[in-house]
């Protein structure tokens, strides 16, 4: 119940082109959902999050959609760059309760923008 | 801008060996995580830290794991007697506090080769 479920696990798109990554949740009390970038030799550093009492965070070119009936939220990349090429975490917390909160992380997709 | 540091790089021995991984957490952050990501798998939590005690720890950090501040800037990960499916890719990550919502700075990791 704590699985965090990501897709596609590699993806290749044009320059300019429109990335989609999913992600998925089964633990309902997961309250806060971070979307993480990881360049080559570098550790997965924050790109944006989102909280499930909105369906959609924006941040210049990213944008997380969330739609919590289904349990299912996306990282949508416009305009994408070469320099975006990396590999993009969802993953998952929870906001209440206790602190230290661990992330739980899907499997990572390997973004690959062609020039 | 501060960042996480943690050596080395690459640590390779021999199973049944002690490891240390070393983490300099950034400054005047007081949570204090591990992570590991086995090659090709997702990133998962093994354990987090705050006012020199376990806050919370997963399933995978058994009593072979232990961790500890020594002094006011290291965090430090040990392995007792390192087995092979110990090779992974080890983050260090820390943050200011330990809400979900405050963001987890990450190290570039120390790879682990245990032969």
């Known amino acids: 119940q704590q699985q965090v479920k990501q897709s596609p696990q590699s993806l290749i798109v044009q320059k300019g082109g429109i990335s989609i990554i999913n992600c998925a949740y089964e633990n309902t009390a997961f309250d806060y959902f971070p979307w993480y970038q990881q360049f080559p030799g570098k550790g997965p550093a924050l790109l944006i999050a989102i909280r499930p009492d909105v369906s959609e965070k924006k941040e210049g070119r990213f944008t997380i959609s969330f739609n919590k009936s289904a349990k299912q939220f996306s990282l949508h990349i416009m305009d994408s760059q070469p320099g975006d090429s990396a590999t993009y975490f969802c993953a998952a917390t929870l906001i209440s309760s206790g602190s230290a909160r661990q992330l739980t992380f899907g499997s990572g997709t390997q973004l690959t923008v062609l020039p | 801008e501060p960042e996480v540091t943690q050596t080395p790089s690459h640590q390779v021995t021999q199973m049944g060996q002690e490891v240390i991984l070393r983490c300099v957490p950034i400054?005047?952050?007081?949570?204090f995580y591990w992570y590991r990501q086995i090659l090709g798998q997702k990133v998962e939590f093994l354990v987090s830290f705050y006012n020199n005690e376990i806050s919370e720890k997963s399933e995978i950090f058994d009593d072979q794991f232990s961790v500890e501040r020594p002094d006011g800037s290291n965090f430090t990960l040990k392995i007792r007697s390192t087995k092979l499916e110990d090779s992974a890719m080890y983050f260090c990550a820390s943050s200011t506090q330990g809400r979900a919502t405050d963001t987890q700075y990450f190290g570039p990791g120390t790879r682990l080769t245990v032969l």
């Open positions: 400054s005047n952050h007081l949570y």
